[in-house]
């Protein structure tokens, strides 16, 4: 399974911003897809994630500001961030967790990252 995420770059305070990340590979079934951010000098941290059902759960500091979502037939998850403050400036990575279909096997994968600037 591989995760590409697209959509960081630079956006001014109180700006918005959507990232996406589309799962693909072999045949697998995804149980949460989720974000987790990482700023300079800080452990990356979980920032939002949904499980297959759509039952959320988001850090607190960005509750009513950030949405997660994600499309099962396409097998991305997205997070529209809005309101957005000079702290959540990082890397933003996501996850997904499932098991591959031929083999059985549980699996973890995270994407490349993308960068997030918001900045005055």
């Known amino acids: 399974v591989q995760l590409q995420a697209f959509g960081g770059g630079l956006v001014q305070i109180g700006g918005s911003l959507r990232l996406s990340c589309a799962a693909s590979?072999?045949?697998?079934?995804?149980?949460?897809m989720g974000w987790y951010r990482q700023a300079p000098g800080k452990q990356r941290e979980l920032v939002a994630v949904i499980g297959s059902g759509g039952r959320t759960n988001y850090v607190d500091s960005v509750k009513g500001r950030f949405t997660i979502s994600r499309d099962n037939a396409k097998n991305t998850v997205y997070l529209q961030m809005s309101n957005l403050k000079p702290e959540d400036t990082a890397v933003y990575y996501c996850?997904?967790?499932?098991?591959?279909?031929?083999?059985?096997?549980?699996?973890?994968?995270w994407g490349q990252g993308t960068l997030v600037t918001v900045s005055s």
């Open positions: 590979g072999s045949t697998f079934s995804i149980d949460d």
């Open positions: 996850k997904a967790t499932g098991v591959d279909l031929c083999s059985q096997v549980r699996f973890q994968f």
